[in-house]
């Protein structure tokens, strides 16, 4: 954080060009603030607070409002009846019969996706049933709508598949009349529904409606405060600040809109004390999970791993043509546009992942590639994070450099598909079935399991699908080797003499095709030329 005094620098200009970041050296001492403009695909961003985005009649009822998002999907409202009133203290009531309809200037908004969020800040008057805040309809049925539900009187997402008309609603807790956040998601790229209040997951359903795409909205109904235009819309009652729309979303992303809108309308109280920005506002640019290291032997994953690195993530081969492009960064994500871009309408497969510590070396398949776009879209964990879906499918490198044989430390960043597999999420030094190294992930039996020197340890307990490990091995000289994950904590596994040579990294397999590999999603790993404690591993975890 950059202060002058004890006050933050809000904005750094270079003439009068905002500067994105700054650094010392290779530190980060200054980014500017995240916003919803910096979303992916940010498609809605209505901001009540500003009030040079709204325009009233007379009767301070609301005739305009303008999108942020740079899209001009505007608001509207011609008829005087129907509109809510815009309040002295920046924020619109509607009260039972007003909406804005944003029909003229969006054509398309939902148009064939297959992720939409809707996010608002916002405070019902009345816990009645039937009252939507946000509506994407067409002509006979709803595509997506997000509201109090006429069922479980809790705030809900619904969503209608476009390919076989399907239409499916999950609900979170129940409705109350206290300000919230509430965040509603359905994915159709894997069948899911999420509602999230004041940035907890308040209700999840992870068979909603199948794969597919939702309903095209193109010529009916898309507004705010009722379900359509017609007396019976159910319509909302209730008070709006804020409103973000937009298409797929990443877990980071997010946390990020939620901090971003606690701090700005001066509501942090609403998130829970271990959200990630409870205390801080989000920025662009973060500190990296490796910034605080000198000593890095490898860093490399689908995410910004030192502040300072403004090289390439992967490269990606598309299915449509073979084509291949590396792929970077956007913030510090792996830039979702430019790879969904490169693969419209096609899969995407992984063909090199570059070490961001020294990107003339880098990890290439070895044996069928990792997929990271599929059918167009970015593949990612049940969590929401860009990952390489590695199923029976493995990437190695000859590590030039070597690695030292008695202080060391290993962090792994993956997701379980199958507990079932016998497959391994990182190997380094085997040689040739010669028991020269190590390999940590699944026994085979589903326990988590550690490969020492021809013999296994499987101490750390039991494996679970779509569960997410943080898992760090480190070895502190002759002869201690320990072994860490979020589950069970740090254990021993194993002392004694032992050997390495031949340094080939695996990430995916024990030694290659020859053998299972296995099934996980790929988020990162890193070597540090140390052993690392207890209080480094809590904050390696904590940048998940």
């Known amino acids: 954080m950059t202060q002058i005094g004890s006050n933050d620098v809000d904005k750094i200009l270079a003439g009068s060009a905002p500067i994105e970041k700054s650094f010392n050296g290779d530190n980060l001492i200054y980014s500017r603030d995240w916003l919803p403009t910096d979303l992916f695909y940010l498609l809605v961003w209505y901001d009540f607070l500003d009030t040079d985005t709204v325009s009233v009649d007379g009767s301070n009822g609301l005739t305009d409002i303008l999108d942020k998002s740079g899209n001009d999907y505007h608001g509207s409202q011609n008829d005087a009846e129907k509109r809510p009133v815009y309040t002295d203290n920046n924020k619109v009531v509607f009260s039972g019969n007003e909406y804005i309809d944003m029909k003229p200037t969006v054509p398309g908004l939902v148009r064939a996706t297959s992720v939409f969020n809707c996010f608002t800040l916002c405070q019902f008057s009345s816990t009645a049933e039937n009252q939507y805040i946000a509506a994407f309809s067409i002509a006979t049925a709803t595509a997506v709508r997000f509201g109090l539900s006429s069922t479980s009187g809790a705030f809900s997402t619904t969503g209608r598949r476009q390919d076989i008309d399907a239409f499916t609603a999950v609900s979170g807790s129940a409705i109350d009349t206290n300000l919230h956040l509430f965040h509603g998601q359905h994915d159709h790229t894997v069948g899911t529904a999420t509602v999230w209040k004041d940035g907890v997951q308040d209700a999840y359903d992870p068979a909603f409606n199948g794969i597919g795409t939702t309903y095209n909205s193109d010529s009916a109904y898309v507004g705010l405060g009722s379900l359509n235009e017609t007396s019976s819309g159910y319509f909302y009652n209730g008070n709006l600040y804020e409103v973000v729309i937009a298409n797929a979303m990443t877990k980071k992303e997010r946390q990020k809109l939620e901090g971003w809108c606690a701090h700005y309308t001066n509501n942090t109280s609403l998130l829970n004390v271990n959200h990630r920005y409870k205390s801080n506002k989000p920025k662009k640019y973060e500190p990296c999970i490796l910034d605080d290291y000198d000593d890095i032997l490898v860093a490399a994953g689908l995410e910004r791993m030192r502040s300072n690195y403004n090289g390439y993530c992967i490269r990606v081969q598309r299915a449509s043509d073979s084509q291949e492009q590396d792929i970077g960064f956007s913030g510090d994500e792996i830039d979702r546009v430019a790879l969904e871009t490169f693969c419209s309408g096609t899969n995407g497969v992984i063909t090199r992942i570059y070490l961001q510590n020294m990107p003339s070396l880098y990890f290439t398949p070895d044996s069928d590639p990792p997929v990271i776009v599929e059918s167009g879209i970015m593949v990612t964990d049940p969590d929401g994070n860009p990952a390489a879906k590695m199923v029976d499918k493995a990437v190695d490198m000859e590590y030039t450099p070597g690695l030292p044989g008695d202080s060391y430390s290993v962090y792994v960043d993956y997701t379980v598909i ?65 072994t860490y994950n979020e589950t069970t904590k740090w254990f021993d596994v194993w002392s004694g003499a032992r050997e390495l040579n031949d340094d080939w990294l695996m990430i995916g397999t024990q030694w290659g095709a020859e053998v299972p590999n296995c099934n996980m999603y790929f988020r990162k790993l890193a070597i540090l030329n140390h052993a690392i404690n207890e209080t480094e591993l809590s904050q390696l975890t904590s940048f998940s």
């Open 418 to 482: 199958d507990s079932t597999d016998d497959g391994r999420a990182y190997t380094h030094g085997w040689n040739g079935g010669n028991n020269k190294g190590f390999y940590i992930g699944n026994d085979g039996s589903g326990n988590f399991s550690q490969y020492w020197g021809g013999t296994s340890y499987s101490e750390a307990g039991v494996i679970s699908d779509n569960t997410r490990y943080q898992i760090a091995v480190v070895v502190d000289g002759t002869p201690s080797f320990k």
